[in-house]
């Protein structure tokens, strides 16, 4: 029996930065999970990822990551998403240095 299908965002990696990007209701590339747009209907989560994968030119790798809704709006629901969007693990660089 196939598993439910979860909430759903576009995600994938910004071209020139590298940075985790997220697909919003406009058509945009966000760096903020908060406004990727949710996707609910397993087909329309594939048409958005198709879409996504037409844009070489801005994304790198994208694909569907499950998330849950959370007080702010969408959370990561795994890990591996949360771990992303806190950028590169080597402190030398990125985000992190920033901070």
Same mark, same amino acid.
């Given at each position: 029996?196939?598993?439910?299908?979860?909430?759903?965002?576009?995600?994938?990696? #910004?071209?020139?930065?590298?940075?985790?990007?997220? &697909?919003? /209701? $406009?058509?945009?590339?966000?760096? %903020? =999970? +908060?406004?990727?747009?949710?996707?609910?209907?397993?087909?329309? #989560?594939?048409?958005?990822?198709?879409?996504?994968? &037409?844009? /070489? $030119?801005?994304?790198?790798?994208? %694909? =569907? +990551?499950?998330?849950?809704?959370?007080?702010?709006?969408?959370?990561?629901?795994?890990?591996?998403?949360?771990?992303? &969007?806190?950028?590169?693990?080597?402190?030398?660089?990125?985000?992190?240095?920033?901070?």
């Amino acid at each position: 029996m196939p598993r439910p299908f979860t909430p759903k965002v576009v995600t994938a990696s #910004a071209l020139l930065e590298g940075d985790v990007v997220y &697909m919003t /209701p $406009d058509n945009r590339w966000s760096r %903020y =999970l +908060a406004e990727a747009e949710v996707i609910e209907y397993e087909p329309h #989560a594939q048409i958005r990822l198709l879409d996504a994968e &037409m844009q /070489p $030119d801005q994304v790198v790798g994208p %694909y =569907l +990551a499950d998330v849950r809704f959370g007080a702010n709006g969408p959370e990561p629901a795994h890990f591996r998403e949360a771990f992303r &969007m806190k950028g590169p693990s080597n402190y030398a660089h990125g985000k992190q240095e920033q901070a």
